[in-house]
């Protein structure tokens, strides 16, 4: 009896909620014509053509579901008794990814856990049966489902095109779903809590992302919130007790904009748990430990207080949901999803970092840049430029530098550091443990919610302002410590602290996002607004000898391009003598070392990875001029095909020829292999290049160099073979056509 009232309240309100701007009726949307059941794997492979996966909200063929599907994959949402997920399916394969219901997510409000949403009443948690779904209860304790409303994504912030990039749209076209829950209890009512769905045409992708609104009279505290749960279909199953680390998890990928500390998808994440599920009785784990249980949610807070009329949007969330245990097609998947969800990665200009701020060397260097085709100059740490000054004098000097800058084609950037020094103790992170300073992650770091943080945000973004800079190095975005000061006017005190600094750190690289400033960050906020992270190098490994040097340069692309673009990751490249090493280790005087300095520009240019060029200049004469003018109007002329998807090949050792392979099925060079040759000799070798990911599937014309192209078969498995001979030193390269 409960369930059938509740059921004709939704029903009514739905209808009321039909004259709202914006929401929909069931009778809206359009219905899908297949039944909600897995479908047969696609035949289509869409990292060769994504154009037939449209995404599109539907009824199903009964008024009580809705489905969220492009063709790659499908989520479908039961909307009586209450609202849930009841199915997620990776059409690709064919196989659900959805085993049980759990809510579409959990708040604590005051202190109370409430859930959102969510179907009560399964038998077995192991699989999920239509003829099951059609008997699940409502929770009356939970937040119950209004209305929803189907639309398409919106972009979050607006993106200024300011410098070459990949040709992609903003917001990444698709469709949108929210789903609107109320409080139904005295403790809840009037609480609106909004579940955000997002999935994008051509891209097996989900997003997800939660806004609570305080429509009560009272100031509330929003203590902790989860907005994914998802009951997955375990990866593996296995009797006996294991570490955590053993197990195998799903095939899939979480990525959020909400990700500090590292530089990597996987370090990065901070919101992204697998937890057992202590309900699924019937799992094979006896201790019931299967990490089959996906949970999303921040790791402290966020705490922070709603007052009346306020909403507050959490961090958004991105599953990408795998068909593959490849790790080379898994990385494709995720880079494709890192480009359309932060497009601005794919900006990646030809760089120098300049080390000294004077005018006169900086405009010397402007010069040379100019001369040989570089795009940006950098003001890099140590330079002298300070960007917390706001003396107009100064600010004007600057001004005039950069201004003459822009004169030549060159955008300037400028370094700031932020996290890893000391202010005082008023202003530093306050480590909750001692009740002092110190202790964060490195060391010492001013708090942003300190008055000096405020300060220091109002300044620097006035002196990007007012100087034109077009880049900022930031050293140390907020690295996600946690404070424990309750007298910083940004936060209240430990439980707000790491979300209020990482909200003032998102919001800086929105603003500068919106306003075309390019950001270097070491940490991983890309979806915030962030251009590039570091590759992944060691720095001390720079005062290594030369010839080491590029060994381990190219070691470091070929990992740090597994799951992020080269665009998206820089390396560096120390001119001058870094972090020590002597003579062995300097390039500097460039004259008398230019076959170090052409492997770098060979080993960064060829990978389509943009380095820190680090030094007071990056020619010492007419023919170190020619060599570095020579590799970056050879990288323009092959930009395209050198900035598209990496297939690594042989990792570098110093033993043999190492490469990389860059496909594009949608360029007239399909293909484009660097290869280097470390050892002392001629190196003829016939080496494999896998083709598949061109999209060429019986012939390709392959050059060597420029010369005249050769047909060469592929076999079974999309290869071909072809012999090359590389100079000892040296490197070749291979450009892959259509026939």
């Not at 997002?198 to 992302?209: N, Q, R």
């Not at 998206?568 to 008398?592: C, K, N, S």
Request: net charge neutral; hydrophobic share 40%; glycine share 8%.
């Amino acid at each position: 009896m409960m369930a059938t009232k509740f059921t004709l309240t939704i029903l009514f309100t739905l209808i009321c909620l039909s004259a709202l701007p914006g929401f929909a009726q069931n009778s809206v949307l359009p219905r899908l014509a297949a039944a909600p059941t897995v479908s047969l794997a696609t035949k289509a492979d869409w990292l060769l053509d994504a154009t037939a996966f449209t995404a599109g909200v539907f009824h199903s063929e009964t008024s009580d579901e809705i489905i969220l599907q492009n063709g790659l994959l499908r989520r479908i949402f039961k909307i009586t008794p209450n609202a849930a997920t009841v199915g997620l399916d990776n059409l690709m394969t064919g196989a659900a990814v959805l085993r049980a219901v759990e809510p579409e997510a959990s708040v604590t409000i005051d202190g109370q856990e409430f859930l959102v949403g969510g179907l009560r009443g399964q038998p077995d948690r192991a699989y999920l049966l239509p003829e099951w779904i059609a008997i699940l209860t409502n929770d009356p304790g939970a937040f119950q489902f209004v209305g929803f409303a189907a639309s398409r994504p919106e972009a979050p912030f607006n993106w200024k095109h300011k410098r070459h990039s990949a040709d992609l749209p903003w917001p990444p076209p698709g469709a949108a779903l929210a789903l609107r829950f109320q409080g139904p209890t005295e403790a809840s009512r009037g609480i609106t809590v909004t579940v955000h769905h997002e999935l994008y045409d051509g891209l097996p992708v989900l997003g997800k992302w939660l806004t609570v609104s305080n429509g009560t009279g009272r100031i509330l505290t929003l203590d902790r919130f989860a907005s994914e749960r998802l009951a997955v279909v375990e990866a593996e199953s296995a009797v006996d007790e294991r570490t955590e680390i053993a197990w195998r998890t799903p095939p899939l990928t979480v990525l959020s904009d909400y990700m500090f500390k590292g530089m990597d998808v996987v370090t990065g994440n901070q919101v992204a748990s697998w937890h057992p599920d202590p309900e699924f009785k019937t799992q094979v784990s006896y201790a019931l430990k299967t990490p089959c249980r996906l949970v999303c949610e921040p790791p402290i807070g966020p705490g922070i207080k709603l007052a009346p009329g306020e909403t507050f949007t959490s961090f958004r969330t991105w599953l990408v949901i795998h068909d593959s245990t490849d790790r080379e097609r898994q990385g494709l998947f995720i880079r494709h999803a890192h480009r359309a969800l932060a497009p601005w990665s794919t900006e990646s200009p030809v760089m120098m970092h300049v080390r000294n701020a004077d005018t006169k060397s900086f405009r010397s260097a402007v010069d040379q840049c100019a001369e040989v085709g570089f795009e940006m100059i950098i003001y890099t740490f140590g330079s002298g430029l300070d960007v917390e000054k706001e003396d107009p004098a100064y600010i004007a000097k600057v001004r005039a530098d950069v201004d003459y800058a822009h004169s030549k084609g060159i955008q300037v950037g400028a370094y700031s550091l932020f996290s890893s020094r000391r202010i005082d103790d008023a202003n530093d992170v306050i480590n909750p443990k001692t009740g002092k300073p110190g202790g964060a992650t490195f060391g010492n770091a001013p708090c942003f919610g300190s008055v000096w943080g405020t300060n220091y945000l109002r300044r620097l973004t006035n002196f990007l302002a007012q100087t034109g800079l077009d880049l900022l190095e930031h050293d140390g975005p907020y690295p996600g410590d946690i404070c424990a000061s309750t007298n910083h006017p940004g936060h209240r005190g430990e439980a707000d602290s790491q979300w209020v600094n990482w909200r003032m750190s998102a919001d800086l690289y929105t603003w500068c996002r919106e306003r075309g400033i390019y950001i270097n960050q070491p940490d991983y906020y890309f979806f915030a607004g962030g251009n590039k992270t570091a590759m992944g190098y060691r720095e001390d490994n720079w005062s290594l000898p030369r010839a080491q040097q590029l060994i381990h340069a190219r070691q470091n692309i070929f990992d740090g391009t597994w799951t992020k673009p080269q665009t998206a990751g820089w390396m560096f490249v120390p001119l001058t003598e870094y972090q020590g090493g002597g003579a062995a280790a300097t390039i500097e005087p460039l004259r008398e070392h230019l076959d170090a300095y052409e492997g770098h520009l060979a080993n960064n240019l060829g990978a389509g990875v943009q380095a820190c060029w680090r030094g007071p200049r990056l020619y010492d004469s007419e023919e170190t001029k020619a060599l570095v003018k020579k590799w970056v109007a050879w990288f323009k002329e092959h930009r395209d095909i050198l900035e598209s998807d990496i297939i690594h090949g042989r990792r570098a050792d110093g033993r043999d020829v190492d490469y990389l392979l860059h496909v594009n099925p949608r360029l007239k060079s399909r293909g484009f292999a660097m290869i280097h040759n470390p050892l002392a000799v001629v190196a003829e070798r016939e080496i494999i290049l896998p083709l598949y990911y061109t999209g060429l599937t019986n012939t390709a014309l392959i050059r060597v160099q420029d010369g005249q192209p050769t047909g060469y078969k592929l076999d079974r498995q999309f290869n071909v073979r072809i012999p090359i001979k590389v100079p000892g030193g040296g490197r070749t390269w291979l450009t892959v056509e259509s026939p």
